[in-house]
């Protein structure tokens, strides 16, 4: 055979591969705007901590040298502010790394994966990665719907990931129905807590996830520093879990698959409690008052526990990317929601206070305009 005729014939990928749809970030840019406020990302409103900043440049002298493998301080760090075992933490390239890490590990060719109806769009992604099938469980009331996964859970189900808040809904479920939860699923299913947003929650039910894993031998929660920590350019997440499992996470994952800066920057942003408090008291004060100006203005707001807020049109999809155009005129990026099934929905992010208000403003002109009455 020829190199020509031999590159005549395309080489194909694993059947399914061309069928997953690329996971697509929120805008950055807005053509011909150099100033844009961004509230498309969920990205941390304050930033970095600049203790973090600095750990960050510091690293900068050690750049020609492999970071640690194990980001073992990394991890005792960890372990001490959240009072967990370092040895059943695993680190990642982001939190998003280790819930794909998690379907290569435990699904394949015939299993399915359970994920609800609004989820991350990661969790079929991975699935479908691994030649899985995604299995999508409607919600209720935009809420995961515990008796809904436990009745669709069967002989194939290997996995099952729920965001603990969602994110785009912004809602949640308490430590007792994810208790419920976990009692309803087959042993053999893992239970895949995703506690990206946990920081920011502010119900008094609530459980990021620990109590479950410290109960059972099946579950595993992963988290991130790429929210309230702000930290999102530097990809780095971490997953606790029983060791069984975090050992398999350990022996998929790349030898060095979290920088030296990532690592010290983060464990620095973890010892910066000011910074932290900070974050915390900003968007717990910020998201009310969004909550309240953009139900004012006729838009439904369902109550959210992440550092956004999901802003529903009554007019419907025209309405919503109506609203869009005339926000991103106005300088103004927030994300729309038709790829989570939620078409007329807008979800924009919680940032500092003058970005809020612009948002808010903007929303507030649009629907009592002729766009926003028609609707």
Known sequence: MTAASASDRPIAPRPGVLDIAPYEGGQSKIAGQDRVIKLSSNEGAL??????????????????????????????????????????IVCGAGSDELLGLMARGYAGEGDEVLYTEHGFLIYPIAASSVGATPVKVAEK???????????????????????????????????????????????????????????????????????????????IMTRTFSKIFGLGGLRIGWAY???????????????????????????????????????????TGMRARMTAALTAAGLVIPPSQGNFVLARFPGGVAQAEAADAFLKSRGIIVRRMGGYGLPDCLRVTVGLAEECDAACSALAEFMAGKEGRRG
Do not use: C
Not at 56 to 82: M, W
Not at 143 to 151: H, K, P
Not at 247 to 272: G, Y
């Open 47 to 88: 930033g970095p901590s600049p203790a973090a900043v600095a750990a960050f440049e510091a690293a900068s002298k050690t750049l020609a040298r492999y970071p640690d493998g194990g980001s073992v301080a990394l991890r005792e760090a960890i372990g001490t502010r959240f009072g967990l075992d370092p040895a059943r």
């Open 141 to 219: 009331n935009l809420r995961t719907d515990v008796d809904a996964l436990i009745a669709r859970a069967g002989n194939r189900t290997r996995l099952v990931y729920i965001a603990n808040p969602n994110n785009p809904t912004g809602s949640y479920i308490g430590l007792d129905e994810l208790r419920r939860l976990r009692r309803g699923l087959p042993d053999g299913v893992i239970l895949v807590i995703d506690s990206a947003y946990a920081e920011f929650v502010t119900a008094d039910d609530y459980d990021s996830g620990v109590t479950l894993v410290n109960e059972n031998d099946n579950v």
């Open 241 to 283: 879990g029983p060791a069984h499992i975090v050992d398999v996470l350990n022996r998929l994952r790349m030898p060095f698959n979290v920088s030296t800066a990532a690592q010290a920057a983060a464990i620095a942003a973890l010892a910066d409690r000011d910074h932290f408090d900070r974050a915390v008291a900003l968007n």
